[in-house]
């Protein structure tokens, strides 16, 4: 019997965040923060699993948080549903989202949405919550006035 929180995931895959690489990530999703890796060198944003700057060669990583905002840089829709891991009932959306801040995250969305957000949609990151744990995910932004919050000139 499957008794998920999440919309898409069985809790059985909530990740177990003490010692977790990605520890700062989940400390800073459970007070509402998106936090990522940047070099502790050059402040290059680096990847998620990413321990050597390509700009510089450092291997200090500094957690900080970072804009939870960004744009879809690709998108597509998953058919599998993987009995015992996959709650959802139908095709689910996977989204490769370019943050402001210059790094790349691939989430899905933070409700079960009715189609797969396009590229080049302004999305926020929110939090999907897993067993409990705080996870980033896509929220199309459906104002209008987008184009005038992002002109600060
Ligand atoms: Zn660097």
Redesign the pocket.
């Known amino acids: 019997m499957i008794t998920s929180t999440d919309w898409l995931l069985s809790d059985s895959l909530a990740p177990v965040v003490a010692g977790d690489p990605l520890e700062p990530l989940y400390a800073g999703a459970s007070r509402g923060a998106l936090v990522l890796p940047f070099?502790g060198?050059?402040s290059?944003p680096l990847d998620l699993e990413q321990r050597v700057?390509d700009?510089?060669g450092?291997d200090e990583i500094d957690w900080l948080e970072t804009l939870p905002r960004g744009v879809v840089h690709s998108s597509t829709t998953m058919h599998r549903l993987e009995p015992g891991l996959v709650t959802a009932t139908g095709p689910y959306p996977i989204v490769d989202v370019e943050l402001d801040g210059g790094h790349r995250l691939i989430m899905t969305t933070v409700e079960p949405a009715a189609g797969t957000p396009r590229i080049g949609d302004a999305v926020d990151i929110a939090f999907r919550y897993l067993a409990g744990v705080a996870i980033p995910a896509a929220q199309t932004i459906t104002s209008t006035d987008t184009e005038a919050t992002n002109d600060n000139h």
């Open positions: 070099c060198g050059c290059l700057c700009d510089c450092s």
